[in-house]
């Protein structure tokens, strides 16, 4: 069973660092193509960066310079270094692997819940 868990969201000041990752298991992750997304309370889910099968990255334009997408396909971990954030970075962050072929192959976590306040 594929399963994918978020963790390392919390309640950090505007200017703060978190570090998101994401544990996948149950498949072997090497051709999936990693994404970031984020919803903010009352907006529609937005894509923020991805990594791709090798190695590529891109970034949402409204964290470009801010955040920085990994990953270590040995221990299957995927990760979101946030910095220089920001009171409009707060959302839930998801993490979603796509197969780079069978596109239907296409899973998604649970969430971490980010807010960043004073």
């Known amino acids: 069973q594929v399963q994918l868990v978020e963790s390392g969201g919390g309640l950090v000041q505007p200017g703060g660092s978190l570090r998101l990752s994401c544990a996948a298991s149950?498949?072997?992750?090497?051709?999936?193509?990693v994404n970031w997304h984020r919803q903010a309370p009352g907006k529609q889910r937005e894509w923020v960066a991805v990594v791709t099968s090798d190695g590529r990255t891109n970034y949402a334009d409204s964290v470009k310079g801010r955040f920085t997408i990994t990953r270590d396909n040995a221990n299957r971990l995927f990760f979101l270094q946030m910095n220089s954030l920001r009171p409009e970075d707060t959302a839930v962050y998801y993490c979603?692997?796509?197969?780079?072929?069978?596109?239907?192959?296409?899973?998604w976590g649970q969430g971490t819940q980010v807010t960043v306040s004073s």
């Open positions: 979603n692997l796509v197969h780079s072929v069978f596109s239907g192959r296409n899973y």
């Open positions: 149950g498949m072997p992750v090497s051709l999936y193509t």
